[in-house]
């Protein structure tokens, strides 16, 4: 039973298309991110929702647009993809308990043509 | 903001021997500094962590130790195995709760060879 999941799990795509990634989360927790790998394995935050209210909202472009319907659920969207978003997407939760332990999804690798 | 860098990128061990990776954070405030160990095709997994109250923390084979003064920590594995191949992330944050952002480290590539 899948803790993080995220949809899909490759992605091939042509410049100036819109894509969306899809994470569900069935560990119960408040607080759930996106995180960006880049081609050197550099982790870096993007966004995070606690409850679904934005919290977190590092320098991002416009064109990506999270979105968390309930607190099991953030989605990312991207319009009008670059060859620069060619990364692998990590969707991960953390409760509000005292452990600070981060769970990953096992990430979306979107490739942009 | 919070700013940490990890070294070396790479590091190569014969099998038994151990394996040290070493962080440094820039943010005074960071009082939570966690381990991440990621496999191929596989998401970060939390391996161990420790909080600005303690020095060292120990679990089993995997050690870490932190120097509040000098603003670094360090990953210390005994009588690696080929499983323990894998990337290794450092991280630093203010507070483990789900609002805090964790800043990750640049990564370590860790080769076991036999």
């Known amino acids: 039973d899948t803790a993080v999941s995220q949809t899909p799990k490759y992605l091939v795509t042509q410049m100036g298309n819109d894509k969306s990634i899809k994470c569900e989360q069935n560990?119960?927790?408040?607080?759930m991110y996106w995180y960006k790998q880049d081609s050197k394995k550099f982790l870096k935050i993007m966004f995070s929702?606690?409850?679904?209210?934005?919290?977190i909202n590092e320098t991002v472009p416009n064109r990506f647009s999270p979105k968390s319907p309930d607190k099991a659920h953030l989605n990312l969207h991207i319009n009008s993809l670059e060859l620069g978003d060619s990364a692998v997407y990590f969707c991960?939760?953390?409760?509000?308990?005292?452990?600070?332990?981060?769970?990953f999804g096992e990430g979306s690798r979107l490739t942009v043509l | 903001g919070e700013n940490v860098e990890q070294h070396p990128s790479t590091l190569s061990v014969q099998e038994g021997d151990s394996a040290v990776i070493k962080c440094t954070y820039s943010?005074?405030?960071?009082?939570?500094f966690p381990w991440y160990k990621q496999e191929l095709g596989k998401g970060p997994q939390l391996i161990i962590d420790?909080?600005?109250n303690v020095g060292e923390k120990k679990d089993q084979r995997i050690a870490v130790t932190l120097n509040k003064t000098a603003k670094h920590f360090s990953l210390h594995i005994t009588e690696t195995q080929p499983e323990d191949s894998a990337v290794y992330f450092c991280?630093?944050?203010?507070?483990w709760g789900g609002g805090n952002k964790l800043t990750f480290g640049t990564g370590t590539q860790l080769k076991v060879e036999l």
């Open positions: 991960a939760s953390r409760g509000t308990a005292d452990t600070g332990e981060l769970f």
């Open positions: 929702y606690n409850n679904k209210e934005l919290i």
């Open positions: 560990l119960g927790h408040d607080t």
């Open positions: 943010d005074s405030a960071s009082n939570y």
């Open positions: 991280a630093a944050s203010r507070g």
């Open positions: 420790i909080r600005s």
